[in-house]
């Protein structure tokens, strides 16, 4: 497993979210190698957990940190370079359903 997703999920459960996955995007996208999708339990929790994984990476010195939706904290995205992670509250989750965009194509012939 790499380490800084071994790190992130440390983190992350830490930080006790919920529902956790990650998704080896390795030879699928050029974005990053990894993505990690969790659950906070409120808007509040999601900003909260956002804000100490950001400053978490920046203490193992990864510098180039990008983050969106950390205002309204329904839903934030950070980009930690080789690993994207998306925290959302359980009803944002299930509404952009990430986990089923990710998943292998069904190939239907008629």
């Known amino acids: ?5 071994k790190y992130i999920l440390s ?9 956790i996955v990650s998704i080896d995007l390795k030879g699928k996208s050029d974005i990053a190698d990894f993505l990690v999708i969790a659950t906070g339990t409120s808007n ?18 990864i510098k180039e940190i990008k983050a969106e939706g ?4 329904d839903w934030v995205l950070i980009d930690s370079g080789d690993v994207i992670i998306h925290i959302f509250r359980k009803e944002v989750r ?12 069904i190939n239907i012939t008629s």
């Open 11 to 19: 983190k992350l459960e830490d930080n006790k979210a919920l529902d």
């Open 94 to 105: 299930e509404f952009y359903n990430l986990e089923k965009l990710w998943q292998p194509s």
């Open 44 to 61: 509040r929790h999601v900003g909260s957990m956002s804000e100490h994984l950001i400053n978490e990476l920046k203490k193992e010195g």
């Open 1 to 5: 497993m790499d380490k800084n997703l």
């Open 70 to 73: 950390i205002n309204n904290s």
